[in-house]
């Protein structure tokens, strides 16, 4: 009996120490804004982050291709905001329809794994109709790069057939308190 007792409250030792190691990390979003600049190709419908607690944001977009889209590229940076937000370290320029089929680029493959769980963005070329992003909240787990506390912004351009067609940009808030964790 005693053992059965020692087993179950070193587990539950063990799960608290996990869990607040996890509350360490403060990682959601802050801000999003979309803009469409050819509304004949892509329309948004909905664009908003919605609180659903104070550590969890959801992101919520959907926006219509009107024409089928097979020549797809998206020029990504992140922003770290100090006095304003100065580029930062990462940069980069994919074609779309290329990355989806082989997943190339390890910047992008990273932004890509975290949303595409809540999302119909998922298959190769061509795109047409309904593009949704649903419910989709940051998971600490996902993000296997270190960054430094702080707040960011993911600025995506979208280009099709080489023409801008729409900007998403994220903004973000990655905090974690040392002092929490217990190493």
Not at 3 to 17: D, E, I, N, R, Y
Not at 49 to 66: E, F, I
Not at 89 to 94: K, P, S
Not at 151 to 180: A, C, G, I
Request: glycine share 4%; charged share 20%; with cysteine.
């Amino acid at each position: 009996m005693w053992s059965k007792l020692l087993f179950v409250a070193l587990f539950g030792l063990f799960l608290a120490a996990k869990f607040e190691v996890n509350d360490a990390v403060v990682f959601r979003f802050t801000n999003f804004v979309c803009e469409s600049y050819n509304k004949s190709w892509f329309v948004f419908h909905n664009c908003r982050l919605k609180a659903v607690s104070r550590s969890k944001v959801l992101l919520n977009m959907n926006g219509t291709l009107l024409h089928s889209v097979d020549n797809a590229t998206l020029h990504a940076q992140i922003f770290k905001k100090a006095n304003g937000f100065k580029p930062w370290v990462l940069d980069g320029t994919v074609d779309v329809c290329r990355f989806l089929k082989k997943g190339y680029n390890p910047f992008i493959q990273i932004v890509f794994n975290l949303f595409k769980g809540f999302s119909n963005i998922n298959h190769t070329c061509p795109f047409v109709g309904p593009q949704i992003v649903k419910d989709f909240y940051l998971q600490n787990e996902l993000l296997r790069l270190p960054f430094p506390t702080g707040d960011y912004m993911l600025s995506m351009q979208w280009f099709f057939r080489n023409k801008p067609q729409f900007d998403t940009n994220v903004s973000f808030s990655y905090v974690e308190d040392l002092l929490k964790r217990k190493n």
